[in-house]
C-alpha cells in the first residue's frame, strides 16, 4: 500500500472525490495547498488529515518552493503524490524525487489543451468532444503517460463553465478510481 499526500490549490472538488473513497482516505497522510485560503484545506482538516501550507511567495523561485514541498510530502511519510487542481508548476528536482510516483488529473483529452486554460482552449479551438485525462506526471507541463482518458462531448450552448461541469464530473467519477489502484499499488509506471 502506498501513502500519498495530495496536492491542491483550490475549493478541494477533487480532494472531495477522494475523500468519499474509504480506500483512498485512509492512504492520504497530509494535503499541501500554495494557498492559505484553500477550500482544499479545510476539507482536509474536517476529514482528521494533516493540512500544510507552502506558499510560492515564501521561497525566490521554483526550485526552491518545490523542493520546500517535496520536504513536506516525505516528512508526512507519503511515498506518492497526487495533483488535485494544484496550480503551480513544479520543479524536476520534486519529480526526481517521486519518480514514477506522481498523478494528476488534467481537464482535455492531452496532449490537447495542455495548460490552465484548457477548457477555455477547448472551446476556442470549436471541438466538440474534449474530455479528462488521468497520467503520471514527468518534468514537463500536463505530461506523462496516460493512465486514463474520458471524452467529455462539447455542445453548442457551452460556456466555459457549463463545460467545466461536465468534466468535473467525469474527474470525481474518474480520478478516486485510479488513485486507489495507485495507493494498493496495483497501478505503477
Do not use: W
Not at 495547498?33 to 482538516?45: I, K, P
Not at 516525505?74 to 497526487?82: L, M, S
Not at 498523478?103 to 490552465?116: D, E, K, T
Request: with cysteine; glycine share 8%.
Amino acid at each position: 500500500m502506498i501513502d500519498i499526500a495530495v496536492l491542491a490549490s483550490g475549493t478541494g472538488t477533487n480532494l472531495a472525490a477522494l475523500l468519499d473513497l474509504p480506500e483512498v482516505r485512509e492512504h492520504i497522510c497530509l494535503v499541501v495547498s500554495d494557498r492559505a485560503d484553500a477550500g482544499a484545506l479545510d476539507l482536509a482538516r474536517r476529514a482528521g488529515i494533516p493540512a500544510r501550507v507552502v506558499q510560492f511567495g515564501d521561497f525566490p523561485d521554483r526550485r526552491s518552493f518545490s523542493l520546500a514541498v517535496a520536504d513536506a510530502v516525505e516528512q508526512a511519510g507519503a511515498k506518492g503524490v497526487v495533483l488535485a487542481g494544484f496550480m503551480r508548476i513544479l520543479s524536476p528536482e520534486f519529480c526526481d524525487r517521486f519518480p514514477g510516483r506522481i498523478l494528476n488529473i488534467h481537464p482535455s483529452l492531452l496532449p490537447r489543451f495542455p495548460g490552465a486554460r484548457a477548457v477555455e482552449a477547448a472551446l476556442e479551438a470549436g471541438v466538440e468532444v474534449t474530455g479528462v485525462t488521468v497520467h503520471f506526471v514527468d518534468e514537463q507541463v500536463d505530461h506523462g503517460p496516460v493512465i486514463r482518458q474520458e471524452e467529455v462531448p462539447v455542445f453548442p450552448d457551452d460556456d466555459a463553465d457549463t463545460l467545466h461541469q461536465r468534466i468535473k464530473t467525469v474527474e470525481h467519477r474518474i480520478y478516486p478510481e485510479v488513485v486507489a489502484q495507485f495507493v494498493s499499488g496495483r497501478l505503477r509506471l
